[in-house]
């Protein structure tokens, strides 16, 4: 199965990782498998034009992430804070087209919290990262490589497919007096993918008032994220099943009713509040059919994070969407 994978990095940051890594998905997924600026750039090229270019072509977009990845240039500025910086810009269109986008640790980098992005890339902090190691290459590339060549290619299956992936290569680390429980992680993981996939794959045609389908709007976060967010919806009598998005990726449906025109349902997402630490989020959605559109509040947080809550409006996705949805307030 041909894969193709853009490899963004900052040169003086993760150039020989970059290249490393480079070199080894196109061994597995063919030669012209990788975008890379170096290689892929021909002299007198519009830089800017080819790279927005190659990312609408490609399945996956992976961000190197190495120590100096946020350090300051010559005059004492952060790249990353400057809105031509190439690096912030690649990730600000890779997220606005919804591509799976993986952070990449490599040289010991530690994944960097969302107050230190700029707003427009801060969901790259909610993304799973993967740590590439010098002394476990092999197994770790093994990992996401298993993940690029997956069929499904959602947000969420990726995300789901990584978590999969990433266990495995721990359990094969753990030996022998971790293996049980690794394996019975393994199987829960497991479960868990195979319940988004049937989720994302159950069908969306009709339903109790017109709501199965897929609906999208603009949803404003209170940390000054604005993101286009797309949710599909399976009905089955009261029943709500599918996805919705938060922060631009798809989450499974937990515990969905459809009851008189009334929707209620809540996701679950991860969040890293320190070097180490991470948080369950819920989010929980209700909302209100009114004709061609749904109006939705959403408490989302958590007791480390605290709750936030805001309102949003959905309108059918594609090319019929009515004109009065995807507003969104805090």
Known sequence: ??????????????????????????????????????????????????????????????????PRWLDADSSGLRRLDRADDFVRREIESALAAGKPVVPVLVGGAQMPEATLLPASIRALASRQEVDLRDASWRADLASLAQVLQGENRSAAGSANAWGLAALSARVARMGRHGLRLGLGLGVVVLLAVLLAWLALRSGVDGGQDGIAGEWSGQVEYPWGVNQLERFRFSVDGTRLGGTAGFLGVPRAIESGRLENGSLRFMTRSTARLGASDVSELEHHYWGTVDGPLIHFRMQSGSVSTGVAEIEFTVGRAGPDAPTGGGESKP
């Open 1 to 66: 199965m041909m894969v193709h994978v853009f490899v963004s990095y900052r040169r003086d940051d993760s150039a020989g990782h970059a290249g490393r890594l480079a070199d080894a998905l196109e061994q597995r997924f063919g030669a012209d498998s990788v975008f890379r600026d170096v290689d892929d750039i021909v002299p007198g090229e519009d830089f800017a034009r080819v790279i927005d270019a190659r990312l609408a072509q490609v399945d996956w977009v992976l961000v190197l992430i190495g």
